[in-house]
C-alpha cells in the first residue's frame, strides 16, 4: 500500500517555474516506478512523466520534454517535477501516481496508487 501527498502547486506567470513534490508513504516506495499526469477541466487525464525504481530511466510527453524534469529520491520517499518555461496550456490539476512495479509506463491504467492532486495555474 502506497499513500501519496503532492504539493508544490500554485499560480504562475507564463515563462515562470514550479517544483511539483510527491511525497509517499508505504514501505514499497522504492522499489515502484512512479509518474505525475495531469488533467484539464473537460479533458481526460493525460502522461506526463514518468520515472523508473532506480530514477535510471524517465520518459515525457513531447508537450513537456526540455521544459520539466522528474526525479526521485528514495531515502526520503519523494517524487519530484520541476516545470520550467510553463504555458497557459500547461494548466491542469496535477497528479502523482504510483505502480506497483518497477518499469515506466505511460497509462493512468498502470498505476494502482494515486494522489489527490495539486492545481497548476498558469496565466498569459
Known amino acids: 500500500q502506497v499513500q501519496l501527498v503532492e504539493s508544490g502547486g500554485g499560480l504562475v506567470q507564463a515563462g515562470g517555474s514550479l517544483r511539483l513534490s510527491c511525497a509517499a508513504s508505504?514501505?514499497?516506495?522504492?522499489?515502484?516506478?512512479m509518474g505525475w499526469f495531469r488533467q484539464a477541466p473537460g479533458k481526460e487525464r493525460e502522461f506526463v512523466a514518468t520515472?523508473?525504481?532506480?530514477?535510471?530511466?524517465?520518459d515525457y510527453t513531447d508537450s513537456v520534454k526540455g521544459r520539466f524534469t522528474i526525479s526521485r529520491n528514495n531515502a526520503e520517499n519523494t517524487v519530484y517535477l520541476q516545470m520550467n518555461s510553463l504555458k497557459p496550456e500547461d494548466t491542469a490539476l496535477y497528479y502523482c501516481?504510483?505502480?506497483?512495479?518497477?518499469?515506466?509506463?505511460?497509462?493512468?491504467?498502470?498505476?494502482?496508487?494515486w494522489g489527490q492532486g495539486t492545481q497548476v495555474t498558469v496565466s498569459s
Open positions: 501516481a504510483a505502480r506497483d512495479s518497477s518499469g515506466v509506463r505511460t497509462i493512468p491504467g498502470a498505476y494502482i496508487y
Open positions: 508505504g514501505r514499497t516506495f522504492s522499489s515502484s516506478a
Open positions: 520515472i523508473s525504481r532506480s530514477g535510471s530511466v524517465t
